[in-house]
């Protein structure tokens, strides 16, 4: 790839752009992808929308597709109401191929592995990201072996074995389940292709951005409200908003708020500064998609909500149950408890006085309902 350089986030040094470099080789930072193209050698794809988004792509006309992206956005009068909200809209991200908005990622990693001639992958995941990676896999041939935590909803496991992936079931953290992910790529030479740490897949999920700046015609709500895991829809939305942004396509950026559930609160602790170890023995919270003690990009998050204006919200799982409730009952709209988060984040920034009625807000509904375990 000579459009492109890999850069580290911590000490800044480029790295040539590679499938197995994960981490940076002289400080393992995490990296990103830096565009060295001229206006000659820029490689971008046409978006369904008919914007054309700067990828790291040899050859962009080839890129991998099950259909992912051109979500629906609704606006959710009722959530308004109960909110004292003007305008709240949800971007209907669970219509994605698999279900859930992690396909942005996968279409542009997969793409990526097929350029570099691999055949296996290797991945861990709560589930959601182990499903699209085993989709897009299945639709190009190559292997996925997707790790997975035991306690993963059997309804993510069985998507994913009935892609045709090998599971390897993990007993113990979701920390522990990527260090067995990590053993096992590094033992059998195999590429690691996490949504985590690939700078690729961060790429794709610039989608986001491309794709609301259009549907809002280039006049974004004042606020969007992200789930936060490890941050990947957060950090792509951030850069696809800066190179519209550069691009003059918009002229302001939204505050970008994150929600993580009590019980993991790393990036929140970050943005506050706090140092304090999570004591909790085995932490657990009904939001399995942001169930995660030690994001490796958790200084990128907290920069991009500092930078951005916006803030950190924690939610009780009480919170949560009651708000995917709210939103199917009232709006028609079944989501996972992991996407349900954001509302009950809505509702602390409007008494905190943080949102306020005639501020517009944004939210991705990130997963479909039927993908996690049920709370009724
Ligand atoms: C439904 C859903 N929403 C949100 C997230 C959080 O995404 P990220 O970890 O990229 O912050 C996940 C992650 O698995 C998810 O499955
Ligand atoms: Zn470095």
């Not at 909803?153 to 389940?177: C, F, M, N, W």
């Not at 006049?219 to 409200?225: D, G, K, Q, S």
């Amino acid at each position: 790839m000579t459009h492109i350089k890999l850069k580290c986030n911590e000490c800044f040094n480029l790295h040539d752009s590679d499938m197995s470099i994960v981490n940076c080789e002289l400080c393992d930072g995490t990296l990103d992808v830096e565009y060295i193209s001229t206006q000659n050698n820029q490689k971008q794809i046409n978006l369904k929308n008919g914007m054309r988004m700067i990828v790291p792509l040899n050859n962009p006309e080839k890129f991998v597709s099950l259909g992912e992206g051109n979500t629906p956005v609704l606006r959710f009068p009722r959530i308004e109401k109960e909110l004292s909200l003007d305008r709240v809209f949800g971007k209907l991200e669970f219509m994605n191929p698999t279900g859930s908005f992690k396909d942005r990622g996968t279409f542009m990693m997969v793409s990526m592995a097929l350029e570099s001639n691999i055949d296996s992958l290797v991945e861990d995941s709560s589930g959601n990201a182990g499903a699209s990676l085993s989709a897009y896999c299945a639709k190009t041939g190559l292997k996925a072996h997707i790790f997975a935590p035991e306690s993963a909803p059997v309804s993510k496991l069985g998507q994913i074995k009935t892609y045709g992936a090998e599971v390897h079931l993990i007993k113990g953290s979701r920390d522990y389940v990527t260090s067995e992910a990590k053993r096992f790529y590094k033992e059998n030479n195999y590429i690691y292709a996490s949504h985590v740490l690939s700078p690729y897949y961060v790429e794709g999920t610039k989608t986001f951005a491309y794709e609301i700046a259009n549907q809002f015609d280039y006049n974004l709500p004042e606020n969007i409200v992200f789930p936060v895991g490890n941050g990947s829809l957060i950090i792509g939305c951030w850069k696809g908003l800066n190179e519209l942004f550069n691009n003059k396509k918009i002229d302001k950026i939204p505050r970008l708020h994150c929600v993580q559930a009590e019980q993991f609160v790393p990036v929140i602790q970050e943005i506050k500064g706090d140092t304090e170890k999570n004591d909790l023995e085995n932490p657990f919270s009904v939001a399995g998609g942001i169930s995660v003690s030690s994001p490796a990009r958790k200084k990128e998050v907290s920069e991009i909500v500092k930078k951005s204006f916006g803030k950190g919200v924690s939610v009780s799982d009480e919170e949560i149950i009651e708000w995917q409730k709210f939103l199917a009952r009232r709006e028609g709209i079944f989501c996972e408890p992991t996407s349900a988060t954001v509302f009950a984040a809505l509702k602390k920034l409007f008494d905190s006085n943080e949102i306020q009625s005639k501020d517009s807000v944004l939210v991705p509904v990130t997963g479909f309902g039927l993908k996690d375990k049920l709370f009724v």
